[in-house]
């Protein structure tokens, strides 16, 4: 069955600091993998998508991540933290016909 | 469009009331999911539905029923609250492409049995 383990429950980053949150998964064939972000109060909102081809992809609000599949890692990064990034993180797999999420990473960005 | 929107935003039940979630997207996604969010604990697939008249279980179905019978509407109904049902409960929907899922996930709705 497919899982997403995040191993990182909290994460505090200076502003303007680089942000990198770990991702790993476990799937049989090629996984088609998520980020997705959550404000305090609200719903989940994706941040980004992995399908196939490059293997770094972009997404919104200036984020990226890396698929490496000799790891089965799909970190997140950002080379400079705002104060409005933070939030909790999921990572996510589609599995049939649904997503299987990972608990979450929560952002604190401190002054 | 207005996405998936869901009602109501927040709820205080009793133990043993009964209570349904509504949860409607206008963006004609045939794919329909709820989940319960509780802290530390990520989100957790109650039901799923991939069309009308189609649903099935997810991962902790029990105390929960749903059904589909619109495209566009997929409400959860609690029948007998129970504390352990206190979380935030979110809807989602998706259009499967090749087999991709990208859901849309609407508000929220944070209900507490007391």
């Known amino acids: 069955a497919q899982s997403v383990t995040q191993p990182d429950i909290h994460i505090t980053v200076s502003e303007g600091a680089s942000l990198e949150l770990r991702c790993n998964y476990s799937y049989g064939a090629t996984p088609y993998l998520f980020w997705y972000v959550q404000s305090p109060g609200q719903g989940l909102q994706l941040l980004l998508k992995y399908f196939s081809g490059d293997t770094l992809v972009q997404g919104i609000k200036g984020f990226e991540a890396e698929f490496k599949r000799s790891q089965s890692s799909f970190n997140l990064r950002k080379p400079s933290v705002h104060w409005s990034d933070a939030a909790e993180y999921f990572c996510?797999?589609?599995?049939?016909?649904?997503?299987?999420f990972g608990t979450g990473t929560r952002l604190l960005v401190s002054p | 469009n207005a996405g998936v929107t869901q009602t109501p935003k927040f709820r205080i039940l009793k133990i043993g009331q009964s209570m349904t979630l509504q949860c409607t997207q206008d963006m004609n996604h045939n794919y329909m999911y709820w989940y319960r969010q509780d802290p530390g604990m990520g989100l957790k697939l109650i039901y799923y539905s991939v069309g009308a008249g189609i649903t099935d279980k997810g991962e902790v179905p029990n105390g929960y029923n749903v059904s589909r019978s619109t495209t566009e509407d997929f409400p959860l109904r609690l029948e007998l609250a129970a504390p352990s049902q206190t979380s935030v409960y979110f809807c989602?929907?998706?259009?499967?492409?090749?087999?991709?899922?990208?859901?849309?996930f609407g508000p929220g709705t944070r209900l507490t049995v007391t």
């Open positions: 989602a929907s998706s259009f499967p492409d090749r087999g991709i899922l990208e859901q849309y």
């Open positions: 996510a797999v589609a599995g049939f016909q649904k997503l299987v």
